[in-house]
């Protein structure tokens, strides 16, 4: 059993992890989405002062076409079930406007004694970006092949690969 002055300790060593973690990190209340805390990393990344983030829900920094999906996943999925279906890549809205891809990693925690999420997030927008590119090339390629009137010879090192 942990005494008084460990639970002190954890949480002391949880806030210094919290703020000063190079990913974008939130807490929000798991009822009414509001966001509760923010780290300098998420500030940074999304351009809102900590004080615009608290006056706002984890609703507001999606893209106006992804807000009503977001409420519809959040209202439909059991509260069991929550923390497993919120990992995943989301759309999310800098104060810019400009939309990036954010890795979420969902932790649930109490804070100032309300039921919350803990957040951390991965901008994964030129990850993303890279892999839809490689894609359509990929598709592209296979329609140049599948389509040629003529013979298409790969080679690697003068040695004929693929006909």
Do not use: C
Not at 60 to 76: A, S, V
Not at 80 to 99: F, T, V
């Amino acid at each position: 059993m942990q005494d008084k002055s460990d639970k002190s300790d954890l949480e002391g060593i949880f806030q210094k992890l919290f703020e000063r973690n190079p990913l974008p990190m939130m807490v929000y209340d798991s009822e009414t989405l509001k966001i509760l805390l923010v780290n300098k990393a998420a500030v940074n990344k999304y351009g809102y002062s900590a004080e615009e983030f608290l006056s706002m829900t984890s609703v507001d920094i999606r893209p106006e076409e992804e807000k009503n999906k977001f409420l519809e996943f959040y209202k439909n999925t059991k509260k069991e079930n929550l923390l497993s279906a919120a990992h995943g890549i989301w759309k999310h809205k800098k104060k810019s406007g400009e939309i990036i891809l954010m890795e979420v990693t969902a932790s649930e925690v109490v804070y100032k004694g309300r039921n919350a999420l803990a957040i951390a997030l991965a901008d994964v927008t030129e990850k993303e970006k890279g892999k839809q590119e490689l894609t359509e090339s990929e598709e592209r390629f296979r329609l140049l092949a599948e389509n040629a009137f003529e013979g298409i010879v790969i080679s690697e090192n003068k040695i004929i690969t693929d006909v």
